[in-house]
């Protein structure tokens, strides 16, 4: 399967810390998506890295890709209780036209 | 004024039921997806749609039925439900096939009883 799988299902932090999560996928991509989910909504677009990138920032996310790994992280920094939701990595396929999600890790900030 | 709808929200139904979810896009894009998510939160395509054709039809039974009337639109039509049908439904759009961003409406859950 080329879908990304998202490490680890599960992680809880308190408000202020940063949280890390990981996404590894199978196949040659040409780009990588995050995407939020909050509880009983549709998934919302958060960042996008290509393939011939190492890292990107937006506001306080910060993404990383290593395409030799087959890897990437999200990081996001001093973690809000409203950050609380899932979160999930996108790859492409090879003909470039869908987008195969994992399960996501859904994190949980603490106040 | 919401991107992508789709209704009905929430939708319970008896096993050997046939039921629709609709979808309706109002941002001009030229694709448009089904996606479920099971309970397990994993997210897989079903079908998509560039300018009302049928682009991917990913090994779903032929009790699922899309339709495109127009591109803004792409309807779910579901044929004698199963148990295994339950899961939550999700449409999205993106601006042209192989777009890099995915909008989704906020998604459609199915019981089925």
């Known amino acids: 399967s080329q879908q990304g799988e998202e490490d680890p299902q599960a992680l809880s932090i308190q408000e202020g810390e940063n949280a890390t999560m990981n996404c590894s996928y199978k196949t040659s991509i040409n780009n990588l998506q995050w995407y939020r989910q909050n509880s009983g909504r549709g998934l919302v677009h958060l960042i996008l890295?290509?393939?011939?990138?190492r890292e990107k920032h937006s506001g306080r996310l910060r993404v990383t890709l290593d395409t030799s790994k087959k890897s990437s992280s999200l990081l996001i920094t001093a973690s809000r209780a409203a950050d609380t939701a899932s979160y999930f990595c996108?790859?492409?396929?090879?003909?470039?036209?869908?987008?195969?999600f994992g399960t996501g890790t859904s994190l949980t900030v603490i106040p | 004024d919401t991107a992508v709808s789709q209704t009905p929200k929430y939708l319970v139904t008896q096993m050997g039921n046939d039921k629709s979810i609709k979808c309706e896009q109002n941002?001009?894009?030229?694709?448009m997806y089904w996606y479920k998510q099971d309970s397990k939160k994993f997210l897989k395509i079903m079908f998509s749609y560039n300018n009302k054709e049928l682009i991917i039809n990913e090994t779903v039974p032929n009790r699922f039925s899309p339709k495109s009337p127009d591109k803004a639109h792409l309807n779910l039509h579901i044929n004698s439900l199963e148990l295994g049908d339950s899961a939550v439904y999700f449409c999205a759009s993106s601006q042209v096939q192989g777009g890099e961003k995915l909008f989704f409406g906020s998604g459609t859950q199915l019981s089925v009883l």
């Open positions: 996108a790859t492409d396929s090879n003909t470039g036209n869908q987008f195969y």
């Open positions: 890295i290509r393939s011939n990138e």
């Open positions: 941002l001009g894009h030229d694709t």
